[in-house]
């Protein structure tokens, strides 16, 4: 069974720490995103990355940043987490890029920043 | 612009009834559509996609989904609706090629009165 695993699901920090969100997938997928989810907003893209070490901004990057070293991994940063960034946020891949194919996400991180 | 409109934010609904959640998009070139469900503190599940060919499209769980061009419409539909049906409900549209992005919609939120 394909998966994406995020290996935090529930997190608490306070204003001002740096925080890694871990993301890793087992099927071999090229591309991989991480979404930010807020109530009635929808997702919202964070960053996008096509390849290992290859990434774009997403709709809404300011205050974070990520690392994609393997291709089974993509991490989200933090540098310095304020209040307005607590938040569920979800990782997903998918198999190439080229075409709008299905996403496959994990199970999220919620984040509470105090 | 281009936009998901997902008209509903709650639905409630009797166990057994037939439902049926809207979603309208707004997208210039040729659309892939999709539905996804996300059970409470879960990340989401691709419940049915649309890529091309007939209209109407089977997914699991007992969905199915029909593409209307002329109204922009990919209305997500079930006949029966069982209690664990109820979750969110996400639409989502991605182009046909050539891109990363995804639009998503606001979710409607089903509730199913046993």
């Known amino acids: 069974d394909v998966k994406v695993t995020q290996s935090s699901r529930y997190l608490v920090k306070r204003t001002g720490e740096k925080v890694f969100l871990e993301c890793v997938q087992d099927?071999?997928?090229?591309?991989m995103f991480w979404y930010r989810q807020d109530p009635g907003l929808g997702l919202r893209l964070i960053y996008f990355s096509y390849d290992v070490k290859m990434k774009e901004k997403g709709d809404i990057p300011e205050g974070y940043s990520v690392s994609r070293e393997k291709k089974e991994r993509f991490s989200l940063i933090l540098e310095s987490a304020s209040t307005n960034q607590t938040s569920m946020y979800l990782c997903a891949s998918r198999k190439t890029g080229g075409y709008a194919g299905e996403l496959f996400f994990g199970e999220g991180s919620r984040l509470t920043v105090l | 612009a281009q936009s998901v409109t997902q008209p509903d934010i709650h639905i409630t609904v009797s166990e057994g009834a037939s439902l049926e959640l809207r979603c309208n998009y707004s997208?210039?070139?040729?659309?892939?559509l999709f539905w996804y469900v996300q059970s409470p503190g879960q990340g989401l599940q691709l419940l049915l996609k649309y890529f091309s060919g007939d209209t109407l499209v089977q997914g699991i769980k007992g969905f199915e989904a029909e593409f209307k061009r002329s109204q922009s419409s990919f209305n997500l539909r079930k006949p029966s609706v069982h209690w664990s049906d109820a979750a969110e409900y996400f639409c989502a549209v991605g182009a046909a090629s050539g891109t990363y992005k995804y639009i998503f919609g606001t979710g409607t939120r089903l509730k199913v009165l046993a």
């Open positions: 099927m071999d997928h090229e591309n």
């Open positions: 997208y210039g070139a040729t659309p892939y």
